[in-house]
Nanobody
């Protein structure tokens, strides 16, 4: 059983930056593809970023491409989400997620593809 704990959320002005962290425990981190999702009030969970277990492949939706960067440190069992040029529309609870894979460059972008989820961290961007 993998446990995921996010941190780094907070209140930031539009145009600012935040770096989210997600620490994993209870599994072999290097065997998991990782992702970040977000959920705003009254909306569904939205894919934000994903990377492969090798950290060699990443994927972003157009809404955050060129502003957000996902990375991981397998030695620290941690995945990061660097968020730059934040906009009020980025306000949401951000969740990290993990899915076990044998494939080196597997990328998962859908909620149902992930097995484990963190509790979320709130990001609020003021205008």
């Amino acid at each position: 059983q993998v446990q995921l704990v996010e941190s780094g959320g907070g209140l930031v002005q539009a145009g600012g930056s935040l770096r989210l962290s997600c620490v994993a425990s209870g599994g072999t981190f290097s065997m998991y593809a990782m992702g970040w999702f977000r959920q705003a009030p009254g909306k569904g969970r939205e894919f934000v970023a994903a990377n492969s277990k090798s950290d060699g492949s990443t994927y972003y939706p157009d809404s955050v491409k060129d502003r957000f960067t996902i990375s991981r440190d397998n030695a620290k069992n941690t995945v990061y989400l660097q968020m730059n040029s934040l906009e009020p529309e980025d306000t949401a609870v951000y969740y990290c997620a993990a899915t076990f894979t044998w494939r080196r460059d597997y990328i998962a972008t859908r909620v149902y593809e992930y097995t484990y989820w963190g509790q979320g961290t709130q990001v609020t961007v003021s205008s």
